[in-house]
């Protein structure tokens, strides 16, 4: 079992910076491969970055390359994801999930585990 709780969300205003994290818990931590997704008020959840349990490779969405940096420290078994450029569009709920192995899936239903969540609303 792996348990993730996401910290870091809040209000913040276009153009700004936030930096989320990903505290898991859990033996297997530093063999797979966690991502972070994000669900806007009626809309379905999608994929925003992922990253390898070595950290040698990423993925991110088109939507957010060139802003959002997803980085981990395993000795903390800790995941960031960096986000700069915040538009509010970017408004959503940002969860963190893990999975066993080096895919670098964008799809939920790859990875059985999930946090609960942390809000980020930017303001126009």
């Known amino acids: 079992q792996v348990q993730l709780v996401e910290s870091g969300g809040g209000l913040v205003q276009a153009g700004g910076s936030r930096q989320l994290s990903c505290a898991a818990a859990?033996?297997?931590?530093?063999?797979?491969?966690m991502g972070w997704f994000r669900q806007a008020p009626g809309k379905e959840r999608e994929f925003v970055a992922a990253?390898?349990?070595?950290?040698?490779?990423?993925n991110y969405a088109d939507s957010v390359k060139g802003r959002f940096t997803i980085s981990r420290d395993n000795a903390k078994n800790t995941v960031y994801l960096q986000m700069n450029s915040l538009k509010p569009e970017d408004t959503a709920v940002y969860y963190c999930?893990?999975?066993?192995?080096?895919?670098?899936?964008?799809?939920?239903?790859?990875?059985?585990?999930w946090g609960q969540g942390t809000q980020v609303t930017v303001s126009s």
């Open positions: 859990g033996r297997t931590f530093s063999m797979g491969t």
């Open positions: 999930a893990a999975r066993r192995g080096a895919v670098l899936s964008g799809r939920t239903q790859e990875y059985p585990y």
């Open positions: 990253i390898t349990w070595s950290g040698d490779r990423t």
